[in-house]
């Protein structure tokens, strides 16, 4: 915090204008990004600077104290003109300084907006490298195999939970290395048990076809069987009329004769149907226990199928199981680590290979409350600023708006 040399205000650090009176600071600085718009931001402000410093300026004959000035009437006048026109002189440089305090004000916010962040990153930056370096350290002393009677329960626990993972590790190993077997065991069944089914599905195919065609040509004797009975019962009748017809019997001979031909070639029609029907039977039972071994066979499959989804579940579960042992193992693992390298740093024992980690862990923690206290500066100092002169401002400028559209309306009404 530094002090305004005109109002003698608290301002924080980073501010370059006073932000009560709105007066550059002595010994300020600026950013270098900021410089250049400083300047040009100043020189729009030349009226009320140029009035601040009419009004600090020395006389010109040399007198810097109060004139004594007579008691007349005239001087009286004088006076309380001066009087008048220094008050005039004094509201309108609060006016203008006023004005001016919205861009300190708004300059401020954005100074410490930005100064703020950058210390927030800073300081976020340190607290992840403590963490590491505090991970580091307990590294360290478990590789330096570093012995302190304030360790000795922790690292007894970082043993255990070494041992639990790598028993994790040697499980997820044995558990992949099952599943690998057993897949390959089921893929085997199930390959084996589809070409059965394959064998069965094609021979009861084949035993359908032979059965459909031995059909068709049981049909087909039957129905020629069936025309030629219906031929020869016809003849029949046809010889029986001729027989009592006067001069028949030349008719009768030859549908006679018509009848044998019939008679001989129903007889092989009649066992070919015979045939037929002991094939038919044969080739249903067969087609039959065919189709009821490929349906045995495709229920097989389907429960190796099913087994096989099963199994890879139930190992995938497995594996999974163990990857989450690994990892709780190895999660308690780093944060026993961590405790390790905490109580290693209250403890610090006397390692020569642990001083240069406890040193950068000094400088880290050193940055953090530096820039926490920085912080907190910053907040402090940037809940102090002149409300009433901010305010006016505000009215003021909001006044000279509303005038100026004002003005245009009627100017373009005309």
């Known amino acids: 915090m530094h002090v305004c040399r005109h109002c003698s205000h608290p301002n924080a650090d980073h501010l370059a204008y006073c932000s009560k ?35 600090l300026a020395t006389p010109a004959d040399g007198v810097t104290g109060p004139r004594t000035v007579a008691m007349t009437p005239g001087s009286i006048t004088s006076a309380g003109g001066a009087a008048s026109t220094s008050a005039s002189t004094s509201r309108i440089i609060w006016a203008g300084q006023s004005i001016a305090y919205i861009y300190v004000f708004m300059r401020g916010k954005i100074a410490a907006g930005e100064r703020r962040k950058r210390l927030e990153e800073e300081r976020d930056g340190a607290e992840k490298l403590l963490a590491g370096a505090v991970r580091d350290l307990g590294a360290t002393v478990l590789r330096e195999g570093v012995q302190h009677p304030d360790l000795t329960g922790l690292l007894e626990a970082i043993g255990r939970a070494e041992a639990r993972r790598e028993g994790a590790i040697a499980d997820l190993a044995a558990s992949e290395h099952q599943r690998v077997v057993e897949e390959g ?41 069936r025309r030629v009975r219906d031929e020869r019962a016809r003849f029949e009748r046809e010889a029986e009329t001729a027989a009592v017809t006067p001069g028949g019997e030349a008719r009768v001979a030859h549908l006679q004769h018509e009848c044998d031909g019939l008679a001989a070639e129903s007889r092989p ?146």
């Open 21 to 55: 009176c709105g007066k550059r600071r002595a010994g300020a600085t600026l950013l270098p990004e900021l410089r250049g718009s400083m300047r040009g931001q100043i020189a729009a402000l030349s009226p009320a600077a140029a009035i601040s410093r009419t009004m």
């Open 269 to 414: 029609l009649e066992e070919q149907t015979a045939r037929l029907d002991k094939q038919l039977a044969d080739l249903r039972d067969k087609s039959a226990q065919l189709r009821d071994a490929a349906g045995a066979t495709r229920s097989k499959l389907d429960e190796a199928i099913a087994s096989r989804r099963q199994t890879a579940a139930a190992m995938a579960a497995s594996v999974a199981s163990h990857v989450r042992e690994r990892a709780t193992a190895e999660r308690e693992g780093a944060e026993l680590t961590e405790q390790l390298g905490r109580a290693a740093l209250q403890a610090r024992p006397a390692v020569s290979s642990l001083l240069s980690v406890f040193q950068r862990i000094d400088r880290l923690q050193e940055t953090i409350i530096d820039r926490t206290r920085e912080l907190v500066a910053l907040e402090r100092a940037a809940a102090h600023y002149d409300q009433r002169k901010l305010f006016t401002g505000v009215g003021l400028v909001t006044m000279l708006l509303a005038a100026g559209v004002a003005t245009l309306w009627l100017t373009l009404r005309r």
């Open 185 to 225: 065991r089921l893929a085997e069944r199930e390959t084996a048990l589809e070409a059965e089914w394959k064998a069965a599905d094609g021979a009861s195919r084949h035993a359908d076809e032979l059965l459909r065609s031995a059909t068709t040509e049981q049909a087909t004797a039957l129905a020629r069987l």
